[in-house]
């Protein structure tokens, strides 16, 4: 099931956004000089995710000025915090603000680089996605260290 969940977010039909057209390396160098001091990562290979939440569950988080919105983000190019590429993929926080080829959770600033994708989904279709990114994890550092 959980299988099913993740191949239908992954593969299943979504409405196709566009990024920035800029290349990597004046991406980095436009970012670096703009968001000096700032948190943030620019990113490729990305899915805006709306979740499907019960009423109860949305109004606590736009309580908390938040969007039901997630950044599921197949390759980042460069992470101000870690430098050059995270290389595998990761599912950010929910979406404080989204204008053009920026989208915002609490924590940092996304730059949304080349073609994208939104698309709704289930919390437990994204709670599997997660689940498995961070299995895939796991078995790197495993098998990185030994």
Request: proline fraction near 2%; aromatic fraction near 8%.
């Given at each position: ?44 290979n990305w899915m805006l995710i709306d979740l499907m939440l019960s009423g109860e569950q949305e109004n606590e988080i736009r309580k908390q000025g938040l969007q ?79």
């Amino acid at each position: 099931m959980e299988t099913e969940l993740i191949q239908d977010l992954i593969y299943g039909p979504a409405r196709v956004l566009g990024g920035s057209r800029l290349g990597d390396d004046e991406l980095i160098q436009l970012a670096r000089k703009e968001f000096e001091g700032q948190r943030f990562c620019i990113v490729r290979n990305w899915m805006l995710i709306d979740l499907m939440l019960s009423g109860e569950q949305e109004n606590e988080i736009r309580k908390q000025g938040l969007q039901p919105s997630v950044l599921y983000v197949n390759h980042a190019v460069l992470d101000s915090e870690v430098g050059i590429a995270r290389g595998n993929g990761f599912i950010t926080g929910y979406q404080k603000d989204f204008h053009g080829c920026f989208f915002e959770s609490m924590d940092k600033l996304y730059i949304l680089a080349g073609r994208g994708a939104r698309k709704h989904a289930s919390l437990p279709a994204v709670k599997a996605l997660g689940a498995l990114i961070d299995d895939s994890l796991s078995l790197f550092w495993k098998t990185s260290t030994n």
